[in-house]
């Protein structure tokens, strides 16, 4: 997900979700948008990226914007 980091900026929490399909993979990240105290109150982003069989990045979007400690609360 260095590609990630690269092309946002900002730092990937973690891998949540993860589909193969004929071209690759899609893959769902959390991303720190913002770090906050205390921390249960960062910004977190959930973003879909999908990367082709050589592992690159094709395309990316930002799914969702939440608070850390409220992440669950009111999404889907």
């Given at each position: 997900?260095?590609?990630?980091?690269?092309?946002?900026?900002?730092?990937?929490?973690?891998?949540?979700?993860?589909?193969?399909?004929?071209?690759?993979?899609?893959?769902?990240?959390?991303?720190?948008?913002?770090?906050?105290?205390?921390?249960?109150?960062?910004?977190?982003?959930?973003?879909?990226?999908?990367?082709?069989?050589?592992?690159?990045?094709?395309?990316?979007?930002?799914l969702d914007r939440y608070?850390?400690?409220?992440?669950?609360?009111?999404?889907?």
């Amino acid at each position: 997900m260095q590609q990630l980091v690269e092309l946002t900026g900002r730092e990937v929490e973690g891998v949540v979700g993860l589909k193969q399909d004929k071209a690759g993979w899609t893959v769902q990240v959390e991303v720190l948008e913002m770090r906050r105290i205390p921390n249960t109150t960062d910004v977190l982003a959930l973003y879909e990226v999908d990367v082709d069989r050589s592992a690159e990045v094709v395309s990316y979007r930002r799914l969702d914007r939440y608070m850390r400690g409220s992440a669950g609360e009111g999404r889907s």
